[in-house]
């Protein structure tokens, strides 16, 4: 069956550190991937996305993913967080064909001054 | 840019009350989702239509239903509210199915308690 993993729940980091979030897809063909940002009380903004060619893809709000075939991921990253970065973001993915996206159960980022 | 709207981001109802939770989006989009966001369970899809007057089931149907007359408006239903509908409800739509129209833009989300 299709998924979406994002193994960490929380993750905690220093305001100016840099900021890893994981993600891990299970798709028979290459799907497409998104990650969103959810600020609290807040609806879904989409960070960057991911549909084919140069697999390192830059987004909004200083945000870079990179998309690995052979790990099946597409991990979120920056090299410097702000105290408002501090939020949920979500893994999706989504495949050819198909009417909906399948979204991974969020990571909530702590950002501590 | 694309505006999705819902009536309401505050709804506290009580239980057994007939509720409507309305969803409207500008950009002339096919695809309108209603999902669920609970902590720990991320988001789950409700139902979501492609067309006018058409409706899929999704994840977690059961005790939802929806309407869709128009293109812009989709709207969720919850028949006999109870306590276990307490949530964040989300709508979203798309452009149509397949790459990047696949992609998502979500309303500000409409907390509902049921008491």
């Known amino acids: 069956a299709q998924s979406v993993t994002q193994p960490d729940i929380h993750i905690t980091v220093s305001e100016g550190a840099s900021l890893e979030l994981r993600c891990n897809y299970s798709?028979?063909?290459?799907?497409?991937l998104f990650w969103y940002v959810q600020s609290p009380g807040q609806g879904l903004q989409l960070l960057l996305k991911?549909?084919?060619?140069?697999?390192l893809v830059q987004g909004i709000k200083g945000f870079e993913a990179e998309f690995k075939r052979s790990q099946s991921s597409f991990n979120l990253r920056k090299p410097s967080v702000h105290w408002s970065d501090a939020a949920e973001y979500f893994c999706?993915?989504?495949?050819?064909?198909?009417?909906?996206?399948?979204f991974g159960t969020g990571t909530r980022l702590q950002v501590f001054p | 840019d694309v505006k999705v709207t819902q009536s309401s981001r505050y709804l506290v109802k009580r239980t057994g009350e007939k509720v409507f939770l309305e969803c409207v989006q500008d950009?002339?989009?096919?695809?309108m989702f209603w999902y669920r966001q609970d902590p720990g369970l991320g988001l789950r899809l409700i139902y979501f239509s492609y067309d006018v007057k058409m409706k899929e089931k999704g994840d977690i149907p059961e005790g939802y239903s929806v309407s869709r007359e128009k293109k812009e408006r989709f709207s969720l239903i919850l028949e006999s509210a109870s306590t276990n509908q307490t949530s964040m409800y989300l709508c979203?739509?798309?452009?149509?199915?397949?790459?990047?129209?696949?992609?998502?833009?979500f309303g500000q989300g409409t907390r509902l308690t049921v008491v």
């Open positions: 999706a993915a989504g495949t050819e064909g198909t009417d909906k996206l399948i």
């Open positions: 991911y549909f084919s060619g140069d697999t």
């Open positions: 798709y028979g063909a290459t799907p497409y």
């Open positions: 979203a739509s798309s452009l149509a199915i397949g790459g990047e129209d696949t992609e998502a833009f």
């Open positions: 950009m002339d989009h096919e695809n």
